[in-house]
């Protein structure tokens, strides 16, 4: 029971970075391109109260967690783009499959143990019974859309297993309804921090390791110049950080760069300054149209909100049918109308 549905979502932390862009969201965007599926995205609003965070901050992330995906080339008339708490069915789903999950089965799931260790060290810590049953509301969102293929990153395997069970355990009790979901690995690069290229690109570790998507031009430059590379040495191997670089170029569509840089640095000395140039200019060419887009839906927050409710509409005709239907299977009484 496979279908052509694609489900993703992504937490609204914060901007965008070139890492998330590369690892996950251009993906999506050549998903929703190669029209081979109903693609269907969604800001995971909800899953972001799980850890402790601050209700302002959370309210306009979310807004600019969906402007960026739009300007980064998500497109409300090829897919489903919305925001997670303007469809209230995820909730109810989500409580249902609470019921056919087992204890056992969360308490196997290694990032509530990563994430409830790395609040315990914290003073005042409080871990919510929302960040155990995280995995729960995550398979309702997949399978809310019957969506078979979920585009994700390795540190998602387990929650899609679970997902997979739910569906199973559910379809056991209550008849064949759910498909079983995929994850669906694709090659994207894994970007490295720019000031420490032995670690993951990552917001926490400031902001001089990672390229902002929108971040204005001089201060691309200025971030890619300074990127830690290493001596150029020919007598020695090319360090992370050049590597990293080079990463960057052939993820910006510039194969043709990166190999005549590989051609020269295996000639002799690697001299790093014109690498960076060409990584900077690229990056800037890639993410030009991406920052108009966005000032154009920033320029028009009218425009942007009509685009949610319709986003949050198309997916609500979806989900209040997979409701109703788990409504009658499930013995939830319902008076005839
Ligand atoms: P996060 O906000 O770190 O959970 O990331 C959101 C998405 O971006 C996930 O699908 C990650 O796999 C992806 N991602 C985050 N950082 C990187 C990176 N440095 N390189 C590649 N992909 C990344
Ligand atoms: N847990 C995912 C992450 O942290 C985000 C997410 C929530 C998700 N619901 C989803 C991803 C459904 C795919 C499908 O990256």
Not at 247 to 272: H, S, T
Request: aromatic letters at 8%; charged letters at 20%; hydrophobic letters at 40%.
């Amino acid at each position: 029971m496979s279908n052509n549905i694609v489900f993703s979502g992504i937490q609204p932390t914060g901007e965008l970075h070139i890492g998330n862009y590369f690892g996950a969201v251009a993906n999506w965007v050549r998903l929703q391109n190669s029209g081979q599926y109903q693609t269907i995205y969604c800001v995971v609003n909800l899953h972001a109260m799980t850890m402790p965070y601050d209700a302002a901050t959370l309210h306009q992330n979310t807004e600019s967690m969906f402007v960026d995906l739009l300007a980064a080339g998500l497109d409300p008339e090829r897919s489903i783009v919305f925001v997670q708490s303007m469809v209230p069915e995820h909730t109810e789903l989500a409580w249902v499959f609470g019921c056919v999950c087992s204890y056992g089965d969360l308490t196997r799931q290694t990032q509530f143990k990563e994430k409830s260790e790395q609040l315990e060290g914290k003073q005042d810590a409080f871990i919510s019974a929302g960040l155990f049953t995280y995995p729960v509301l995550q398979a309702a969102d997949i399978l809310l859309y019957h969506a078979a293929h979920v585009p994700v990153g390795q540190d998602q395997k387990q929650h899609l297993e679970l997902a997979r069970d739910i569906a199973q355990r559910f379809n056991h009790q209550f008849g064949e309804y759910f498909p079983l979901p995929d994850v669906m690995f694709t090659e994207t690069p894994k970007l490295y921090a720019l000031n420490d290229p032995t670690k993951k690109m990552s917001k926490s570790l400031g902001p001089r390791s990672y390229v902002a998507l929108f971040e204005p031009p001089e201060s691309i430059r200025s971030k890619i110049r300074s990127a830690v590379t290493d001596t150029g040495n020919p007598e020695e191997p090319m360090g992370p950080g050049a590597q990293n670089l080079l990463a960057i170029l052939r993820a910006c569509g510039r194969n043709d760069l990166a190999e005549q840089f590989e051609r020269d640095y295996a000639n002799g000395p690697r001299r790093y300054a014109p690498l960076k140039d060409a990584v900077a200019e690229a990056l800037i060419a890639l993410t030009e149209p991406m920052r108009e887009r966005r000032a154009a839906l920033l320029a028009d927050r009218a425009h942007v909100h009509r685009l949610m409710r319709e986003g949050a509409e198309k997916a609500r005709a979806i989900a209040q049918k997979t409701i109703r239907e788990v409504r009658e299977r499930t013995g939830l009484f319902q008076p005839p109308a």
